[in-house]
């Protein structure tokens, strides 16, 4: 309320918890406390944060993921070349990492229109549903009975496998 009101025309309205009647001279311990954990606790560590946010938002380097170089195929590394081996090793396990998120991910979306739609699903999710068995099969044909200890080697062995039977059955 402005400064020069008239305090009978706006009477202030009766207040709904008591006033607290102090009874004793002493302060409160407990306001003590507190005072002490801000100034000893609080207060340097929620400065020295806000020294340290305002330095880094200077230096602030804007990426959503992590990008990694794309490295040889196991196919592409010369024989003995272990560095090589691993990389590629390394970038399939990134790829079957990734490969798990985006069945991950379109399922998700397959649940979703399933919640949302309800009993008529089937028609109004037709193109989720076809996604999600694309990527599935995809997924399957790809990463399927490599076993726990999967690794480049045995999928680009179980390619070439698949790339055999192919061949023999056309021939």
Known sequence: MPSGFDKEAYPEPPRQTPAVEKKTALPNP???LTKLFYYSVDLPVTTFRETIESLRAKN???YYH???RRVPELIDCHEGDYVCYY????QWRRDFKVDQEIVKVIQERVRACHQR????YEQNCSKEMQQFEEVAKNFQSRYQDL????????CLMKQKERMIAAQAQNA
């Open 30 to 32: 407990a306001l003590i």
């Open 60 to 62: 602030r380097l804007v």
């Open 66 to 68: 992590e990008k990694f």
């Open 87 to 90: 990389e590629a090793d390394m």
């Open 117 to 120: 739609e309800g009993p008529s």
């Open 147 to 154: 076993g726990a200890y999967a690794n480049a080697r045995k």
